[in-house]
Each structure stands twice: as structure tokens, then as C-alpha cells.
Nanobody, 119 residues
Framework: QVHFVESGGDLVQPGGSLRLSCAASGYIFDNYNMAWYRQVQGNQRERVATITSGVRQTLYADSVKGRFTISRDNAKKTVYLQMNSLKPEDTAVYYC????????????WGQGTQVTVSS
């Protein structure tokens, strides 16, 4: 069964940094692209960063470009999100999920990890 466990969220001051982790299980991690999403209560989930399975090409939403970095460790079946220069508007619950080709899964969501940026 596909399963994701996100961790690393915390309360941080504006300008601070956090590193999120997402441990995946239940499928062949190497074969799938991975993405980080975030959701503010009452809003739709937003995809903020993606990384492909092979050449590890990365893409970012304009709102996080230059501040966030996605990476993956296939041996650990884990994807990371390094978040720098955090802003209050980055406050959200962060999730990861997988994709294949151009199709992103909308299933098997984990519990997410809360990031709060506030002074």
C-alpha cells in the first residue's frame, strides 16, 4: 500500500529556514516523480515543487522559486524540501505525493506537516 509520512514542520520566524522530509513506502520509489504540495485551510492544495525520477529535473511554483529546493534520496525512499527565507504566506500544511509522466496522483495523502511562519 502506498504510504507517505511527512515530517519537519515547525514554528519559525520570518526569514528562517526549515527542511521537510517525506518518507515513501509501498511502491518502487525510483520509478516515480515526486512533488511537494501545501494547503491552507479552506483553500485548494497547491503544488509547489516537483522532481523527476531519472534526471531529477526540478520545477517550482513562482511563489517559492529561489527560496525552496526539492531533492530526493532514492536509497532512503525520501524526498526533501529545503525552505529558506520563509515568509508568513508560506504558512500551510505541507504534503508530498507521487506522479508518473505528466499525471500526478490525488490519492494516498499522508497526514502532512504543519509549517507556521510567524514572529
Amino acid at each position: 500500500q502506498v504510504h507517505f509520512v511527512e515530517s519537519g514542520g515547525d514554528l519559525v520566524q520570518p526569514g528562517g529556514s526549515l527542511r521537510l522530509s517525506c518518507a515513501a513506502s509501498g511502491y518502487i520509489f525510483d520509478n516515480y516523480n515526486m512533488a511537494w504540495y501545501r494547503q491552507v485551510q479552506g483553500n485548494q492544495r497547491e503544488r509547489v515543487a516537483t522532481i523527476t525520477s531519472g534526471v531529477r529535473q526540478t520545477l517550482y511554483a513562482d511563489s517559492v522559486k529561489g527560496r525552496f529546493t526539492i531533492s530526493r534520496d532514492n536509497a532512503k525512499k525520501t524526498v526533501y524540501l529545503q525552505m529558506n527565507s520563509l515568509k508568513p504566506e508560506d504558512t500551510a500544511v505541507y504534503y508530498c505525493n507521487r506522479g508518473y509522466g505528466k499525471v500526478w496522483s490525488d490519492e494516498n495523502w499522508g497526514q502532512g506537516t504543519q509549517v507556521t511562519v510567524s514572529s
